[in-house]
């Protein structure tokens, strides 16, 4: 497997564990207020990478890091936390199976959101898939 090839494994395994993270998260709410969980969940996500980033050798001085880093993972955890917030609200009233293909109109907004401001050119054949998941995305919405 050639370095270029690697983003596509590694987006595989994120698909996975976001699919088990709806099927997990739906499970654990029972019987929890939804943000509590969240909480519960953020520590255990924090706690985990530090482990792996010690154990792994990667930790670095973070203080080295440029301002724009800072503001930028800051921007991303800031958002992270409020997707969060909003999926767990909605995984605790609504069916996985309707929530989950919801959230990922994300793939869509990060087409167009990367296309705006990162400059990145999707090609016509990405596009036309990117669509079809929009469209799939407004078909779940509309079936209520």
């Known amino acids: 497997m050639t370095l270029t090839q690697d983003w596509f494994y590694w987006a595989l395994f994120s698909a996975v564990f976001a699919a088990l993270t709806a099927i997990f998260a739906k499970v654990g709410l029972e019987g929890v207020d939804s943000d509590l969980a969240t909480l519960i969940r953020t520590s255990v996500i924090l706690v985990l990478l530090a482990g792996f980033v010690y154990s792994t050798g990667k930790w670095s001085n973070p203080l080295a890091l440029s301002g ?61 898939g990117i669509l079809m998941i929009g469209a799939g995305v407004i078909v779940l919405g509309l079936k209520r």
């Open 68 to 128: 724009k880093t800072w503001l930028f993972l800051i921007l991303s955890g800031a958002a992270t936390g409020a997707s969060w917030v909003c999926y767990f609200r909605a995984l605790k009233v609504g069916d996985a199976s309707k929530v989950a293909p919801i959230d990922k109109l994300s793939l869509l907004l990060v087409a167009v959101f990367a296309t705006v401001f990162l400059n990145e050119r999707p090609t016509s054949r990405e596009w036309l």
